[in-house]
């Protein structure tokens, strides 16, 4: 008995492939899909922020780059935080 499956008309086998198992799409990794609510969020904030130092006069611009500093450290620190939790240990 042969261990190699069966030939095909084609040239091919009937072992499915990468491609074979996914007709019509592109086979391999999928990327992420660019941004987050989390993003969202914070990007609105930063828009708000934005309104405030233009609107209201008692805002300085260091106020508001130090807000932004902040608000952006917070971010990231809660996104490598989010990250770090789903880290399977071996």
Do not use: C, H
């Amino acid at each position: 008995m042969s261990t190699t499956p069966p030939e095909q008309p084609g040239g091919g086998t009937t072992r499915p492939g990468m491609t074979g198992m996914m007709p019509g799409q592109w086979a391999g990794a999928r990327m992420p899909i660019p941004g987050n609510a989390e993003f969202a969020l914070w990007f609105a904030v930063e828009i708000i922020f934005v309104l405030i130092w233009i609107i209201a006069d008692s805002v300085t611009t260091r106020d508001w780059v130090m807000v932004t500093t902040v608000l952006t450290a917070f971010y990231l620190l809660s996104r490598g935080i989010a990250k770090a939790s789903r880290v399977l240990e071996q």
